[in-house]
């Protein structure tokens, strides 16, 4: 009998999958993109869980060795894509929960040619656990997770003291986290979480980091600007010591 998942599935996850019904175009992609673009994986108990042992290899998968960066929570992919289509010699993966904004990405991605983008529906925390080997990530990108910002929902907030040690083992030494947020109390949570994480330094000078020009600007951003909330960015680099 296969053992169950542990971590991240003994706590509430950093999502609500709600169904919804993806638009005809939407459908069309899932259909004839998804072979390209998505990774199949094998499940464990969830319908986002991936199932331990299922390792991939990152050049099998893009058919070439290349730095690879890991967006988690890629929603409708604008982000991505616009890197992807940028930098053709970094390979990409996406990763995201929603169907419908995996089906926008590769509606994007397809129009744009790009072929350094792959995506994969499940939860961040088990992809990073099961299904990239250890050490073959060099960049893990966190941009605008949901803040869950009533109190008695904040539990569920990704980056909590348990999720270093994930992105530890997903790093290679050297490699960065980046994150964001327009939420000024998580953006505090996710730098106290990271200043004591074993195996990371802050890789930026003063209170905030520079906000990171490789993100493009989403009119997400936009709005969080307009009604006056202030955009933190955070980056911290893996240093190869201990975590």
Do not use: C
């Amino acid at each position: 009998m296969t053992e169950p998942s542990r971590g991240f599935r003994e706590r509430p996850v950093s999502f609500v999958r709600r169904s919804g019904r993806m638009s005809e175009a939407q459908e069309r992609a899932w259909r004839d993109l998804s072979p390209r673009f998505v990774i199949p994986v094998a499940r464990d108990v969830a319908a986002t869980s991936i199932l331990p042992g299922s390792a991939i290899d990152p050049g099998a998968t893009f058919g070439r060795s290349a730095r690879l960066v890991v967006e988690i929570g890629s929603g409708q992919g604008h982000a991505i894509v616009h890197a992807a289509a940028s930098d053709p010699d970094t390979d990409f993966l996406a990763v995201e929960v929603f169907r419908a904004g995996l089906a926008r990405t590769m509606l994007d991605a397809d129009r744009a040619g790009i072929g350094n983008l792959r995506l994969v529906e499940a939860n961040a925390p088990e992809v990073l656990q099961h299904l990239l080997p250890a050490g073959s990530v060099d960049e893990i990108w966190i941009f605008f997770p949901d803040p869950w910002h009533k109190k008695r929902h904040t539990k569920r907030r990704l980056l909590a003291p348990e999720f270093p040690p994930v992105l530890a083992a997903a790093l290679r030494p050297g490699g960065v986290v980046r994150l964001a947020t327009d939420w000024e109390d998580y953006a505090r949570q996710m730098r106290e979480v990271m200043d004591a994480a074993p195996g990371f330094v802050r890789d930026f000078p003063g209170e905030w980091a520079e906000r990171f020009n490789g993100r493009v600007l989403t009119a997400f951003e936009r709005k969080g600007t307009r009604v006056g909330r202030e955009i933190r960015d955070l980056a911290y680099r893996r240093d190869g010591i201990g975590g």
